[in-house]
T-cell receptor
Framework: AQKITQTQPGMFVQEKEAVTLDCTYD???????LFWYKQPSSGEMIFLIY??????QNATEGRYSLNFQKARKSANLVISASQLGDSAMYFC?????????????FGQGTTLQVKP | DGGITQSPKYLFRKEGQNVTLSCEQN?????MYWYRQDPGQGLRLIYY???????QKGDIAEGYSVSREKKESFPLTVTSAQKNPTAFYLC???????????FGDGTRLSIL
C-alpha cells in the first residue's frame, strides 16, 4: 500500500537559518509525484513545491527546495533563510501513480515554529 | 480572481441532521476532491470527481454523499450516519494529474 511518513511531529528553527523537514514514501509505482503543502493556523493549504518521479533535477521554488533521493524513497523539504511567517504545519503528499485520478495521500504533517 | 470558495466557514450540526458543505470553483478544473482533517492529523480523502456526473469514493466515504451536476460545483453532504463528523473539511480541484491540487479555505464542522 502507498504511504507517506513524516517522522517529525514538531520542529524549531531560528529565524534566518535553514531547516529540513523529512518525508519518506512507499510505493510500487514507477510513475508518481510528490508535493509539499504549507498549512498556516488559518487552515488553508498552500502548494509549495512538486517533484515528479522521473525528474532528474531536484525541484526548487524560491526559498524551498526538495531533496529527492529516489533510492531511499525520501523527499525532504529544505527551507532556506527561515522567516517568522514560515511557522505553520507542513504536509508531504504523494500522487497515486495508477490511473489518472490525481488522488493524493498525505503524511501526518510537521509543525514548524520559527523563533525570532 | 480564480479560486475555490467553500461555505460556510463554520457549521454546526444537530443530532440526526444532514448538513451540506458548499464548494465552488471558477478555475475550469475538471477534477474536484473532498478531504477531512482531524486535529493534528493529515488529510484523508472522502470523495472525488474527475468529470461532471461522475464521482468515486475515497478512503472514508461512509456517512458522506456528494453530487457533481455542474463542473464548478461539488457539494458534500454529511449525513446523520456519520457518527463523528466534527472535523475540518477541505475541498480541492486540479486541472490534470501532475499539477498541484488547489484548495479552498475549509469548513469547520462541529456537533451541537
Amino acid at each position: 500500500a502507498q504511504k507517506i511518513t513524516q517522522t517529525q511531529p514538531g520542529m524549531f528553527v531560528q529565524e534566518k537559518e535553514a531547516v529540513t523537514l523529512d518525508c519518506t514514501y512507499d510505493t510500487s509505482d514507477q510513475s508518481y509525484g510528490l508535493f509539499w503543502y504549507k498549512q498556516p493556523s488559518s487552515g488553508e493549504m498552500i502548494f509549495l513545491i512538486y517533484q515528479g518521479s522521473y525528474d532528474e533535477q531536484n525541484a526548487t521554488e524560491g526559498r524551498y527546495s526538495l531533496n529527492f533521493q529516489k533510492a531511499r524513497k525520501s523527499a525532504n523539504l529544505v527551507i532556506s533563510a527561515s522567516q517568522l511567517g514560515d511557522s505553520a504545519m507542513y504536509f508531504c503528499a504523494m500522487r497515486e501513480g495508477s490511473g489518472n485520478t490525481g488522488k493524493l495521500i498525505f503524511g501526518q504533517g510537521t509543525t514548524l515554529q520559527v523563533k525570532p | 480572481d480564480g479560486g475555490i470558495t467553500q461555505s460556510p466557514k463554520y457549521l454546526f450540526r444537530k443530532e440526526g441532521q444532514n448538513v451540506t458543505l458548499s464548494c465552488e470553483q471558477n478555475l475550469n478544473h475538471d477534477a474536484m476532491y473532498w478531504y477531512r482533517q482531524d486535529p493534528g492529523q493529515g488529510l484523508r480523502l472522502i470523495y472525488y470527481s474527475q468529470i461532471v456526473n461522475d464521482f468515486q469514493k475515497g478512503d472514508i466515504a461512509e456517512g458522506y454523499s456528494v453530487s457533481r451536476e455542474k463542473k464548478e460545483s461539488f457539494p458534500l453532504t454529511v449525513t446523520s450516519a456519520q457518527k463523528n463528523p466534527t472535523a475540518f473539511y477541505l475541498c480541492a480541484s486540479r486541472v490534470y494529474s501532475n499539477q498541484p491540487q488547489h484548495f479552498g479555505d475549509g469548513t469547520r464542522l462541529s456537533i451541537l
